[in-house]
Nanobody
Framework: QVQLVESGGGLVQPGGSLRLSCGAS????????MGWYRQAPGKERELVAR???????NYADSVKGRFTISRDNAKNTVYLQMKSLKPEDTAVYYC?????????????????WGQGTQVTVSS
């Protein structure tokens, strides 16, 4: 009932910046949390940053001070501004939403994932 579409990935040199965007659409009643996870080859998916509706945010220790998550609630969009990128930031980045949608049987709260966008940090 909710679709997430990411954009903004790509190839960047170490020390560079990228901005990821993710828009949510569908029969949205309320978005509770939006955020970003990433998965590097051979590793488990991990939290990068998340933003709870109402203001609180969480960051992985590895990205604190370099990445900033923000939201445009009117557009159901979440952004991830990434600065001072390192090769170890290379991964597929997934948009995530904990959302309540309008379903046939009423309101339904579920986790939703985007298709992922590749971020490669390399010289």
């Amino acid at each position: 009932q909710v679709q997430l579409v990411e954009s903004g990935g790509g190839l960047v040199q170490p020390g560079g910046s990228l901005r990821l965007s993710c828009g949510a659409s569908g029969r949205i009643f309320r978005i509770n949390v939006m955020g970003w996870y990433r998965q590097a080859p051979g590793k488990e998916r991990e939290l990068v940053a998340r933003s709870r509706t109402g203001g609180s945010t969480n960051y992985a220790d590895s990205v604190k001070g370099r990445f900033t998550i923000s939201r445009d609630n009117a557009k159901n969009t979440v952004y991830l501004q990434m600065k001072s990128l390192k090769p170890e930031d290379t991964a597929v980045y997934y948009c995530y939403a904990d959302a309540t949608a309008v379903a046939a049987a009423g309101l339904e709260r579920k986790d939703y994932w985007g298709q992922g966008t590749q971020v490669t940090v390399s010289s």
